[in-house]
């Protein structure tokens, strides 16, 4: 298991920008992949991005589309981080989002597919 611990939620105006953090600890991290979840009020948990280990030290990012083109993800495996990074925010990005680590041969788009995941940060964009 892997315990991981989000950070950078806040308010932000529509057209801002806000970086999250997720630092991982508790196991080897090179070789893990993770995703971005977002869960807004009486929705579901969607997926938003993920890094996906693809050998070495290959990974490549893949976004919902609803994000795509605003959003980024990095990771640097050295500090045990994954990070993303939100530009052009709308309110419809209002919501809780989590990290989480993927299951090896997992969905990546499939909350089912992650054994562990942050307690979630709070992003609120106003209009």
């Known amino acids: 298991q892997v315990q991981l611990v989000e950070s950078g939620g806040g308010l932000v105006q529509a057209g801002g920008s806000l970086r999250l953090s997720c630092a991982a600890s508790?196991?080897?991290?090179?070789?893990?992949?993770m995703g971005w979840f977002r869960q807004a009020p009486g929705k579901e948990r969607e997926f938003v991005a993920a890094?996906?280990?693809?050998?070495?030290?290959?990974?490549?990012?893949d976004f919902a589309d609803s994000v795509k083109g605003r959003f980024t993800t990095w990771r640097d495996n050295a500090k045990n981080m994954v990070w993303l990074q939100m530009n052009r925010l709308k309110p419809e990005d209002t919501a809780v989002y989590y990290c989480?680590?993927?299951?090896?041969?997992?969905?990546?788009?499939?909350?089912?597919?992650?054994?562990?995941w942050g307690q979630g940060t709070q992003v609120t964009v106003s209009s």
């Open positions: 890094s996906t280990w693809s050998g070495g030290n290959r990974y490549y990012a």
């Open positions: 508790g196991r080897t991290f090179s070789a893990d992949s």
């Open positions: 989480a680590r993927l299951r090896v041969g997992g969905d990546r788009e499939d909350t089912e597919s992650y054994d562990s």
